[in-house]
């Protein structure tokens, strides 16, 4: 057990997911149980709020309303883009001096673990004892040694189940149907929409990710044989889809717009599937050609969770403060999959998350580079969970009277 | 009770809801109870199937399988956007008349009811005996004479999720949001959106319905006027907004394309709200600008269901076949609202429903039309029903030890 007394301090970064609320309050749920945590402090808009002084008490926050903050998506303690340099972190750490924080705990994705890597060497370096932890979180799942990362399953989930109404109403109404999903590096998230097929008909019927190579010529050809073979496609194509040279395919249709890490801005505009349309208008004669941009709303929809993501999400939390606390150790809470479905905590040194995101493995994606394969499937079924069931109608054909 | 004895045929038309075919399915049930009805045939891909000949035999449907299609999203006999002339309702009816149909029930808009009087009449001028019903079903909720329309309160509960969560996002993270609804001559999709409010500082902050001329001067000044109270602001836009000449703003940016009823396209891409955030970050000096178009997504996601919804629409499946069967009449089953929440089934002449849709009252539009009035929540809430919560932290403030 440390015997560090003195303050907790949390905070979330980067895009928000539908159970990141899960982690953060387990890791202050946690932490008020220990009488050496002398306040639980939340910073508002995360590193931001840490330089800017700008914290809630929560050990004065009641456990009915961070339970009912843990059970709604986005970031109740606000987020940020910020990504800070080396001199940000420095702040960040003076300021955790300034307020005696002893424990740190930042959720977020790889820049995030960066950030905990960096104020952590700037503790080291003053000799000032506080521990750091990194809580992963992203819809992207992106993050290296974990299986998987919380908030991934609750999207992926929503993904699915939008494809899986997409395929009933395209069926209803046939045609090619585009649906763009969030995923700049990684097509983990648009991947998932796999799990909207029940029949073998079903879309969506070809996957693109950022890990291949996309062409217009081979996305033509591709849509003309399903639309050959089905009367109908469906399409799930991850916004950060690059050409020959690694470009993104949707960097020359936003106006040069970069976001705040100097990428270009790909959600929050149509701009890509729109394109993707326009390809298959001109290069084929299918007439009723639709895309939609799933956008925000995939991470944040109320009322889409995934059980097993809110509950990891939520353990992740409860293991960062209980590292901290009870183990005296820095670094990232990673899970093991253990079985077939069962997982285990661990903790990663802060540098092996920091930084360098993953993507895919090549096992994930078919060779036409237009699929995914039976393990994926088996990977990310546990993750998203149980979907809402569907059917078809099955009855006989009535044979017709008049003789065409 | 009707004497007639002979089949029972039901179809789908137009776009899908969450709901329709709760609606078929209630009416095939319910007729397969009768002893004069002697098939109960699905037409495939509506007025289309029927004139093609192209029928399931829903008597030998079991009835898991039907239930279990009742609580599937989308149309399960398929749709059509087949808006039928008098010549081809001619040939629906020479269809019923050849496979002995004496019930038809099409579940559909304010054109499916106008297919229905046609065939009605074609019917009575042959001395053909046929019960015609008109099932109400559109997410736009343009039904004359209903309260509401079956399908509506579905849709409106993804968009308020959609909001909610976007709402949530968007205080993490400020900006200006946009999200462009369906709903080309109606806002009371768009409307629902108002919903999502929890706190009186909550999005969505505007709201811009068909009803009311739209001017990218008030729209710009809107914004400019949120953004400065709130520092964030929410816009709900409906598709079929439309300039001071009636026409829709996003006629001119969707290449002209038009559906099959000559409409300008409106759903399947990202154009207007591509425009909207175009015309805010021209106009202001506003940096994080996003749209999104919840595109079909909004009509067919699986595992939104407003439970009064799902009620009313297998209701009104239902009632079509005791109308028909027990009491021998024609028409279009409709909703009268009978207490808060209570409503009462009854049946309206077909002409009273077809050809012209109706739009919001101007009760239920604020006077700078921009926004909604406590009269439309009072109306939309029941229909919406219960939405998942979510919670804001409360805790006090940490005084800063810095002085600024």
Chains 1, 2 share one sequence.
Not at 119 to 148: C, F, S
Not at 285 to 312: A, H, M, N, P, W
Request: glycine share 10%; aromatic share 8%; with cysteine.
């Amino acid at each position: 057990m440390s015997k560090l007394q003195g303050k907790v301090l949390v905070a979330q970064g980067g895009g928000p997911t539908a159970v990141i609320n899960q982690s953060v309050i387990g890791a202050v749920l946690e932490a008020r149980k220990y009488p050496q945590v002398t306040h639980v402090y939340g910073a508002v808009h995360g590193v931001r709020g840490i330089v800017n002084e700008d914290f809630y008490d929560l050990t004065e926050a009641t456990t009915h309303n961070l339970e009912a903050v843990a059970r709604t998506p986005s970031s109740g303690l606000l987020s940020t883009r910020d990504k800070p340099t080396e001199e940000y972190c420095q702040k960040i750490f003076e300021v955790c001096k300034r307020y005696d924080i002893r424990y740190f705990f930042y959720c977020g994705g790889n820049d995030s673990a960066d950030t905990c890597r960096i104020v952590n060497q700037d503790a080291r370096k003053a000799g000032y004892e506080m521990r750091v932890i990194h809580i992963p979180k992203t819809i992207d799942n992106d993050l290296k040694v974990t299986d998987h990362c919380p908030g991934y399953g609750s999207a992926g989930k929503y993904v699915a189940q939008a494809f899986a109404g997409v395929n009933l109403d395209n069926r209803a109404l046939p045609g090619v149907y585009i649906g763009v999903v969030m995923g700049r590096n990684a097509g983990f998230l648009t991947a998932a929409s796999i799990l909207a097929k029940k029949y073998p008909d079903d879309g969506p019927h070809l996957i693109y990710l950022p890990e291949r190579t996309f062409t217009k010529k081979q996305f033509v050809s591709d849509v003309k044989a399903v639309m050959t073979k089905h009367g109908r496609c469906i399409v799930a194509v991850s916004e950060g889809i690059v050409d020959a040279k690694g470009r993104p395919i949707a960097e020359q249709f936003t106006g040069g717009e970069k976001d705040s890490h100097g990428n270009a801005q790909l959600s929050g505009t149509g701009a890509l599937g729109d394109l993707l349309s326009q390809w298959i208008k001109e290069g084929t004669d299918f007439k009723r050609v639709r895309s939609d941009t799933l956008g925000y709303i995939q991470r944040s929809f109320l009322g889409c969770v995934s059980e097993s993501d809110q509950q990891e999400a939520r353990e992740v939390g409860e293991k960062a403060a209980q590292y901290a606390i009870w183990h005296n150790r820095d670094g990232s809470v990673a899970m093991r999959r253990v079985g077939d479905y069962a997982i285990e905590y661990f903790l990663t040194p802060l540098e092996t998350v920091a930084r360098h995101a993953t993507s895919m493995p090549d096992k994930y994606i078919n060779k036409d580079g237009n699929g995914v394969t039976e393990a994926f499937k088996s990977y990310v079924r546990p993750l998203v969970g149980t979907l809402p069931t569907c059917e078809r109608i099955h009855a006989p054909k009535v044979a017709k009277l008049k003789k065409k």
